[in-house]
């Protein structure tokens, strides 16, 4: 799914106050077909309210959001998300929490079942389809919610720090099946992450965002060939990439301590 | 918690429950407190199988009867009123003020009106079991509908859902454990509204009972009802406990 977005601004009204909080301002790029695109950029930069664009569950202040050339109009089918809290339904087994988008988009249970069970093996999550999410660690919870998106086959899949919740080896393990699985789907992906190795590693393009409002500060392209290894980590190339990405996210950095030192003003 | 006392506990529990007993035996027959007041264990026994051999089991139907229908009502309809005030804020803006103003009134005070509408049969107590029971539900559950986690609903529109189906798969469910909170409240509150009907106006029923057993000072006979509702209620709240363990993994 092709991705143009220009002149994307978002605008909160803070429900107290009634204030206007800019979280993206002018945003403009393009992703071609089968992309595999990181998103960084300082917390509270606007990354989720970007993604939540291209769902459909925030609509922009101003601006063209266009998905395969026709503007986004609400969500739908060919897209899904990850969300960055891995909100699950407590009241449904892990099975029935990765059926539940295929459910409702009009798939039988039987079928949804079927469809699940190769995701949910590909989750490790085998043997716990029938506990509850209060029964399992909030690493593996983190796991049904990517299961749940990728079970449905989106054209675009939105990816909100769904490794957050995991330990360092989990998720070099996890980094690797996402790749796995991109290789076969090659579906069009945004990851946001706050960690550069980790985009360096899935992606083909990084969308770097300034501090807020967010706007794009760079798009840097990486160029490893695929499928990768976890062993380009540890590449010359992969240090003159991280070390240039976290200069640009330093100077972002220092952007926020000084927003805040200026909020703190009396 | 009570489920999952040790023997001891058990065995403590036994021991005061008999020790209790005894003492209000012994204060009875030893005459130190007089009978007519307090009865005593063993009387409320005699007095219980004569009643059970005079028509008592009749008073426990009818009370019952009253109960449930009066419960049934206003689970169905205080479910279905808080789904509806949760969901559509216009009516909730409109309805609102009503029932809180209602549920605000001494609802005791419109039995007379009940047995005027309804005479002294079990409908007017069907309907002062439901005054008692449908408004903790409906705010239970309205309150249910309106806390659906906001990240829970970003979920479901994100895989395109219809309101019909975010009513269905979220608001119903995470509406549960509010509706078993609401039901605590309101089993208390129709069993009060039961009695009470009873003992103002009505043709049988345990109120009923007690309330003549009082006026021919038959103080055993009072006993009796006094420990069947009692029971009543205590069977009640452990079958809710009972219902909340098997929905406990709805709660978020
Ligand atoms: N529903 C909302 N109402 C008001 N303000 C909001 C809302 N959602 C987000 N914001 C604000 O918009 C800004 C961007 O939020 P967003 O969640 O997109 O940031 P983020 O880059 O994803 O941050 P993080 O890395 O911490 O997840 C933040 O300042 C946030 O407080
Ligand atoms: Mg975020």
Redesign the interface.
């Known amino acids: 799914m092709k991705i143009d977005i220009t002149g994307l601004s978002v605008e909160y009204i803070m429900r107290r106050s009634g204030d206007k909080l800019i979280a993206l301002k002018e945003v403009g790029f393009s992703i071609a077909t089968g992309k595999f695109v990181c998103v960084i950029g300082p917390s509270g930069c606007g990354k989720s309210t970007l993604l ?1 664009v291209l ?3 925030q609509s922009p202040s101003a601006g063209e959001v266009l998905l395969d050339a026709a503007p986004v109009q ?4 060919n ?3 990850v ?1 960055q ?1 891995a ?1 699950l ?3 449904r087994t892990v099975l029935r929490n990765v059926t ?2 295929l ?3 009009g798939v039988s249970i039987q079928e949804a079942e079927k469809i699940a069970g190769d995701f949910i093996d590909m989750a490790g999550l085998s043997g716990f389809e029938e506990s ?1 999410p ?1 029964e399992i660690s909030g690493g593996m919870q983190q796991r049904v919610n990517l299961a749940r998106a990728l079970v ?1 086959r989106p054209d675009l899949l939105l990816m909100d720090e769904p490794f957050s919740n995991l330990d360092p080896q989990l998720r070099n393990v996890m980094q690797l099946e996402v790749e796995r699985i991109w290789e076969q789907t090659r579906q069009t992906t945004l990851f946001v992450t706050h960690l550069i190795n980790e985009a360096i590693f899935l992606a083909d393009e990084i969308i770097v965002l300034t501090a807020r409002p967010g706007r794009i500060k760079e798009i840097v392209p990486i160029n490893f060939p695929r499928p990768r290894k976890l062993g380009i980590k540890k590449t010359p190339e992969f240090h003159v990439l991280e070390d240039r990405l976290s200069e640009l996210m330093d100077q972002e950095f220092h952007e926020v301590v000084y927003q805040q030192s200026q909020d703190d003003r009396p | 918690m009570n489920s999952s006392l040790s023997r001891y506990e058990k065995l403590l529990v036994f021991g005061t429950t008999i020790i209790f007993l005894t003492i209000w035996e012994l204060l009875s027959s030893l005459k130190i407190v007089d009978p007519f007041f307090i009865s005593s264990p063993s009387r409320i026994i005699t007095s219980a199988q004569w009643l059970f051999a005079h028509g008592l089991w009749n008073d426990i139907r009818v009370s019952l009867e009253e109960f449930l229908w009066g419960m049934a009502l206003a689970i169905l309809f205080g479910v279905i009123l808080g789904w509806a005030l949760g969901w559509y804020r216009t009516l909730s803006v409109v309805v609102e003020p009503f029932i809180t103003m209602m549920n605000a009134a001494p609802r005791v005070a419109l039995l007379p009106l009940f047995i005027l509408w309804l005479g002294i049969g079990i409908e007017s107590k069907i309907a002062a079991v439901f005054m008692g029971a449908f408004f903790p539900i409906v705010f239970t559950v309205m309150k249910g509908v309106r806390t659906i ?1 906001k ?2 609903f ?8 219809n309101d019909v ?1 975010v009513f269905t ?2 608001a119903i ?2 509406s ?1 454990p509010y509706i078993m909170t609401g039901l605590h409240i309101a089993v208390g509150r129709g069993l009060v509204g039961v009695v009470i009907g009873e003992l103002l106006a009505a043709q049988a029923g345990i109120g009923f009972m007690m309330s003549r057993a009082s006026s021919s000072f038959q103080t055993d006979k009072v006993f009796v009802g006094l420990v069947l509702l009692t029971g009543f209620g205590y069977v009640l709240t452990e079958v809710l406990k009972m219902i909340d363990k098997y ?1 406990e ?4």
């Open positions: 939540k769902a459909g569950l609400g969500p739908g089918k897209r899904a998300m969300f809290s909100a339904l407590p009241w539940y988008g459910e409702l988009q509850y209060r449905t | 986690d990240g829970l970003d979920l479901a529109r994100s895989f395109g859902a189906q798969t979220l469910p995470s549960v929905f993994s709805w709660r978020i």
